[in-house]
């Protein structure tokens, strides 16, 4: 039998985000946890300033801007989602050691490693070329 709309009501889910507020302080305290929780994301927040800064004052053109971006954005996404990873199988394993979560764990962690490797060389390819084209005036 099919539940009336009074009924689904009532069932509200209580984690739902009911409005863009709501939705987006949750996001903004995940974020807030990941920075004081991960030191590993600290480091790429601060390595992403110093590309920012040095792309700055390169005067880099937008599709060289819009690399670095998706080369940042991406390092930090999968560092996030590593963290998440990472918590949701300690959440189910109870902090016992498993081959399974140990699996879990260490391709997260080389999903990151990727990203990072790619984000090397696109700051290299972009960033390298404009400071050698400086060096070499």
Request: hydrophobic residues 55%; contains cysteine; glycine residues 4%.
């Amino acid at each position: 039998m099919p539940m009336d709309l009074k009924d689904k009501k009532q069932v509200r889910n209580c984690w739902k985000n009911h409005n863009f507020k709501e939705s987006l302080r949750h996001a903004l305290a995940g974020l807030a946890c990941v920075w004081r929780d991960e030191r590993n994301f600290r480091f790429d927040v601060w390595a992403a300033a110093g590309v920012i800064i040095l792309g700055a004052l390169l005067r880099l053109q937008l599709i060289e801007w819009l690399w670095l971006g998706w080369a940042i954005m991406s390092v930090l996404a999968s560092e996030l989602w590593n963290t998440v990873l990472e918590n949701v199988v300690d959440l189910v394993t109870d902090y016992q050691r498993h081959p399974l979560a140990k699996k879990a764990k260490d391709m997260a962690s080389a999903a990151v490693l990727l990203n990072a490797i790619f984000a090397a060389f696109v700051g290299i390819s972009v960033l390298g070329v404009r400071l050698w084209q400086l060096l070499m005036r």
